[in-house]
C-alpha cells in the first residue's frame, strides 16, 4: 500500500504582476468510503453481523459527540483522540469579549502511535506534472521514516533512500 501524490507546478507569486513557479504537493484521494461500505469489511474482518457493528458504530458515534461536546477529549478505540476546539479573534479589552469573536469552530484529531507507525511505513508515491498538465517526473520512496531536510540542496531523493525516474528533464 503507499500513499499517492501529485507535485503540480503552480504560479505561488503573491504579486499578480509576476511569476513564481513552484510544485505544490498534494494527496490525491481514491475515493470516500461510506459507513457502510466500513460496516461491511468490519463485519467480514470480525465474523460480527452487520447489524451489530452498525448499532455498536452508531452508539460510539452518539457517545463521542455527547462526550466532545462537554468539552473532553474522547478517545477512539485503536485511532487516537478527538475534541472540539475553535478559533478566535483577540481582543485587548476584557468588554469586547463575546461569542462574536469566534471565527470557526474545529475538530481536533489526534492519531494514535499506531497509527503514526503505519503512516511513517507506508510509501509515496509522487508524480510531477508541469504547467501544461505533462508528467515530468515520478518519485516513489522507500522511506526509512526519516524526514528530509526543506533548506536543502534542493536535489531531489534519489541519496536519502527514494528512487525515481527523470522523464526529459
Not at 8 to 21: A, C, G, L, T, Y
Not at 107 to 128: G, H, M, Q, W, Y
Not at 137 to 152: A, F, L, Q, Y
Request: aromatic share 6%; glycine share 10%; hydrophobic share 35%.
Amino acid at each position: 500500500m503507499s500513499i499517492k501524490v501529485k507535485a503540480v507546478e503552480r504560479n505561488v507569486s503573491f504579486d499578480k504582476s509576476k511569476e513564481k513557479w513552484a510544485y505544490v504537493m498534494q494527496t490525491e484521494l481514491y475515493s470516500k468510503l461510506t459507513q457502510s461500505k466500513v460496516i461491511q469489511e468490519a463485519a467480514m474482518r470480525s465474523g460480527i453481523s452487520k447489524g451489530s457493528i452498525n448499532a455498536a458504530w452508531d452508539a460510539i458515534g452518539d457517545v463521542i459527540k455527547a462526550w466532545a461536546t462537554e468539552g473532553h477529549s474522547v478517545a477512539i478505540p485503536g485511532l487516537g483522540s478527538m475534541r472540539f476546539g475553535l478559533r478566535a479573534t483577540s481582543v485587548s479589552d476584557v468588554n469586547m469579549v463575546g461569542a462574536n469573536l469566534i471565527t470557526s469552530r474545529r475538530v481536533i484529531f489526534t492519531p494514535n502511535t499506531d497509527i503514526k507507525d503505519e503512516l511513517a511505513r507506508t510509501s509515496v508515491n509522487i508524480t510531477c506534472y508541469d504547467r501544461n498538465g505533462d508528467v515530468v517526473k515520478r518519485v516513489t520512496s522507500s522511506d526509512d521514516g526519516n524526514v528530509e531536510d526543506p533548506e536543502g540542496s534542493g536535489t531531489d531523493n534519489t541519496e536519502t533512500g527514494g528512487g525515481g525516474d527523470d522523464l526529459g528533464q
